[in-house]
């Protein structure tokens, strides 16, 4: 299943990409989100219930940059070195905080608000 949080990910430099670069201040938004997303999930610790609520509560403060995210993932466009070595630290950072509750459907559906962003 896709999701705008695979047009996030997807947006991390990849060898095989070749194509424009999202601006710096657009970067620079993204790369805040995603920190905003870590924060949130390394705050909550194990309640899953208040996670999921403070994700979407994350998510909908942010639809701007996640419509953003997306649109440049389907123009090809990548982050510049720098955000995705960031992008990809604050994915490690919040793994295991994130797999503790990833079956959880409240996680899932706030989430799933991602891809109602695009």
Known sequence: MHSNADDLAALIETPD????EVAAAD????VAFLDWV???????GEDCARMAKDIGA?????????????????EGSKLPAGSSRHMIEGVEKLMPAM???ARDPKIQDAFKKLDKAS
């Open 27 to 30: 970067a620079a938004r993204i």
């Open 17 to 20: 990409r070749v194509n424009a």
């Open 38 to 44: 870590v924060d949130v999930v390394l705050g909550d």
């Open 99 to 101: 797999l503790k509750c």
């Open 58 to 74: 994350t998510i909908d403060a942010n639809q701007a940059v996640v419509a953003m995210a997306s649109a440049a993932k389907k």
